[in-house]
């Protein structure tokens, strides 16, 4: 099998599911418990908790862990404009964020709150600038993604996370999901207020995640209950997991630190070639861009059609997001980039891990190609 849909999940990485297996085996009692078992239930999630803080450059206390993306995006926006809506009801993000952005925001339009949905050039950036011209006295929030998911643009979250530090009234969330264990986030001193990470999207479980929360951000929480995590998400800690995630951190960051050249070499090799083919347009930036995504459009050609073609020869690639790629057929990032429908609609994203390699790609091009071949003799 060629696995080329790393954006949308990762495989766990053994050693990941190993010390899920064994905390769930060995220390399976509720860190809550006031037995000497719950204690040393707790005394691990401290320990996970110091861990993840210190791979992160930032204080124990504010990291919350949660059970992904999705959940760390809703905490963040809801939590902030529940919170300080006294102060404002103004929110600024951009047209290209990830659906548990731009739904959450959806949401708390019908609650009264404005959005400015800010818009990007035709590489999916978006303009510092408007950023800093968006802000108003009622701003409470900018949520702002550090990679976009789908055709993997690298916003200059520092340079708004340096405006957002003029206007203390206001916190910065960045959705840092793609981003972590490819490109390189400093959180401490730089202006970030909370940041969302997933561990599925770095070789760790589905259902676990990390929300940093900086220690002048207050939270309205989602979910009340037993007061855990700092009473911002309450509900009995998913031990094994928390574990499990922090083991995905260490070892993400390590082949960040030692491997990701390797990634970019990659990712340069398929722009090259796909640069090659007819029909065939790349929409991710050959500057700018993260190295884990290649995403391309085959106008003409439906992309489920390309899909399980590849499909059929155990090669998985996707078109955009997974949380979005069952709606509608376009693209509301490459429309947002302002291409026309036949780029919109055909587009495919390819995206790498480090476990990938250059002979799995070698052999992708030339299954891709046939495809698009065949596909074209069909229509003669």
């Keep these: 099998m060629i696995y080329l849909d790393n954006s949308a999940t990762t495989k766990p990485d053994p050693s990941v599911l190993e010390s899920f297996n064994q905390v769930s085996n060995q220390f399976f009692a509720n860190p809550s418990s006031i037995h000497q078992f719950g204690g040393t239930a707790e005394k691990l999630l401290v320990t996970a908790k ?8 930032v204080d124990k206390d504010e990291i919350i862990f949660t059970s992904g993306g999705t959940e760390g995006n809703n905490l963040a926006v ?26 959450a925001c959806k949401s708390l339009e019908k609650l009264g709150f404005e959005i ?5 050039n035709e590489i999916g950036v978006v303009s510092v600038n408007d950023v800093k011209n968006a802000i108003r006295e009622d701003t409470i929030l900018i949520s702002i993604m550090h990679v976009n998911n789908e055709i993997g643009t690298i916003q200059p979250v520092e340079e708004i996370a340096a405006i957002a530090k003029n206007h203390p009234k206001l916190f910065f969330h960045v959705d840092d999901v793609q981003g972590l264990g490819k490109v390189s986030l400093e959180l401490m001193n730089s202006g970030i207020d909370l940041c969302t990470y997933s561990g599925h999207k770095i070789h760790g479980l589905k259902g676990t995640g990390m929300l940093y929360v ?36 260490r070892l993400i960051k390590e082949k960040e630190k030692n491997n990701v050249q390797k990634i970019y070499e990659m990712q340069h090799y398929l722009m090259d070639e796909l640069d090659k083919f007819d029909g065939v347009i790349i929409n991710t930036p050959k500057k700018g861009a993260a190295p884990h995504i290649v995403n391309i459009s085959v106008p003409g050609i439906k992309p489920e059609v390309i899909i399980h ?17 069952k709606l509608k057929d376009e693209s509301k990032v490459l429309a947002a980039c302002g291409f026309e429908k036949g780029r919109t609609t055909s587009a495919l994203r390819i995206s790498l891990s480090y476990e990938n390699s250059q002979e799995e790609l070698q052999t992708f091009i030339v299954s891709l190609k046939k495809a698009i071949n065949e596909f074209k003799k069909a229509l003669e």
């Design 50 to 57: 110091n861990q993840a803080a210190d791979l992160l450059k």
């Design 214 to 249: 900086n220690n002048r951000t207050k939270l309205f929480p989602l979910f009340h209950g037993g007061s855990q995590e700092s009473s911002l998400r309450s509900g009995t800690e998913n031990l094994a997991g928390i574990v499990s995630m922090v083991k995905a951190l």
């Design 116 to 120: 400015t949905y800010l818009p990007v």
């Design 78 to 103: 809801k939590g902030i404009a529940l919170e300080h809506q006294n102060r404002g009801k103004h929110i600024i993000t951009s047209e290209i964020e990830h659906p548990s952005i731009y739904e």
């Design 309 to 325: 073609m590849l499909g059929e020869q155990n090669i998985f690639i996707s078109t955009k997001s997974a949380c979005s790629s």
